[in-house]
Nanobody, 122 residues
Framework: VQLVESGGGSVQAGGPLRLSCAAS????????MGWFRQPPGKEREGVAV????????DYTDSVKGRFTISRDNAKNSLTLQMTDLKPEDTAMYYC?????????????????WGQGTQVTVS
C-alpha cells in the first residue's frame, strides 16, 4: 500500500493550494479516503473525507466553504482543493484510506497513511 501526497508549499493568506494523493496497492475505489492535518505542536485532526459508495463528503467546520475534497477512482487519486487559506491552516497534511467496512467519518480510525506534505500559510 502506498499513499503519496504532493502539492504542499508556502502560500500567502487568501491564496489557493491544491493537494494531491496518489494511491496504489489496494482496491482504491472501495475505500473511504480522507485528508488530515497536524499543525505544529497540536494533535492531528480530520479535515475532509469522501465516501467510496456515493462520494458523499464531510468537512471539519473550520474549512467548510473553503476546501473541497474529490476523488478520481479511474486514476486512484485524491485531491484537496484549498481556497482562502488562513495562517491557521498551516500544518502537515496527510492522505489516508479506510476500508469500506468501516464508517467513513472524520473521527474514524484510518488504516493507511501517507508521509504528508507541508502547507505553510503566512
Amino acid at each position: 500500500v502506498q499513499l503519496v501526497e504532493s502539492g504542499g508549499g508556502s502560500v500567502q493568506a487568501g491564496g489557493p493550494l491544491r493537494l494531491s494523493c496518489a494511491a496504489s496497492g489496494f482496491a482504491y475505489s472501495s475505500y473511504c479516503m480522507g485528508w488530515f492535518r497536524q499543525p505544529p505542536g497540536k494533535e492531528r485532526e480530520g479535515v475532509a473525507v469522501i465516501d467510496s459508495d456515493d462520494g458523499s463528503t464531510d468537512y471539519t467546520d473550520s474549512v467548510k466553504g473553503r476546501f473541497t475534497i474529490s476523488r478520481d477512482n479511474a486514476k486512484n487519486s485524491l485531491t484537496l482543493q484549498m481556497t482562502d487559506l488562513k495562517p491557521e491552516d498551516t500544518a502537515m497534511y496527510y492522505c489516508a484510506a479506510l476500508s469500506a467496512d468501516g464508517r467513513c467519518g472524520l473521527r474514524s480510525v484510518f488504516q493507511f497513511w501517507g508521509q504528508g506534505t507541508q502547507v505553510t500559510v503566512s
